[in-house]
């Protein structure tokens, strides 16, 4: 059954730190996608990266990176030296063909929410 | 810079009301999304629509209908708005299902009272 699990509900950390966001998928496709969003206090949802099964690249945006494994299905995401705008709910999703209805079924995980403090 | 907008910010409905929330988009996108939002339980897929006057229910459809009658407007109906309604609500839209990110609306707060 396709699944998204973000262990960490809440993490608190003060600024300048590291922190790494966990995000474990469960998939039966071998086909399938993968995205973080952040949510902050405004409440948009803004879409941050995907990445697609074939492509374990890690990928690296300024001060964010996302480490993706397959073989320990998880799309991990990492912000390097914290800041108070990082604070937000983070959200991981995964995409995976519905071979049922053709579509694709998309389901976000809980989300984990960080909190930067000055 | 692109964009799905959704009417209102805040709601405050009574009970039995019908209940609209409008999302309307601008970068022509087919696939339009509304989902809720509640602590604990993440994002819920209401209903969601594919082309103008198509739609298909989500995981959560109970107690709400929708409607498309142009591409870059898509509404939510709450038939008759209960409390247990009450949430976060957020339209979204795509170019296609599944394969890209999606574009939000900054959600619609409604509390049936």
């Known amino acids: 059954a396709q699944k998204v699990t973000q262990a960490q509900t809440e993490i608190s950390v003060v600024e300048k730190e590291d922190v790494t966001l966990d995000c474990v998928y469960e998939t039966r496709d071998t086909t399938y996608y993968l995205f973080w969003y952040k949510q902050p206090p405004s409440g948009e949802l803004v879409f941050l990266i995907r990445?697609?099964?074939?492509?374990?690249q890690n990928e690296i945006s300024g001060r964010y990176s996302w480490n993706f494994q397959k073989s320990t299905s998880s799309f991990n995401f990492t912000i390097t030296a914290s800041q108070v705008v990082d604070s937000a709910v983070y959200f991981c999703?995964?995409?995976?063909?519905?071979?049922?209805?053709?579509?694709?079924?998309?389901?976000f995980g809980t989300g984990t929410r960080l909190k930067v403090l000055a | 810079d692109v964009k799905v907008t959704q009417s209102s910010r805040y709601l405050v409905k009574r009970t039995g009301e019908k209940v609209f929330l409008e999302c309307v988009q601008d970068m022509d996108h087919e696939n339009m999304f509304w989902y809720r939002q509640d602590p604990g339980l993440g994002l819920r897929l209401i209903y969601f629509s594919y082309d103008v006057k198509m739609k298909e229910k989500g995981d959560i459809p109970e107690g709400y209908s929708v409607s498309r009658e142009k591409k870059e407007r898509f509404s939510l109906i709450l038939e008759s708005a209960s409390t247990n309604q009450t949430s976060m609500y957020l339209c979204?839209?795509?170019?296609?299902?599944?394969?890209?990110?999606?574009?939000f609306g900054s959600g619609t707060r409604l509390t049936v009272v």
């Open positions: 979204a839209s795509t170019p296609e299902r599944g394969r890209y990110g999606y574009t």
């Open positions: 999703a995964l995409s995976e063909a519905d071979n049922t209805s053709g579509t694709y079924k998309y389901i």
């Open positions: 990445r697609n099964s074939f492509d374990e």
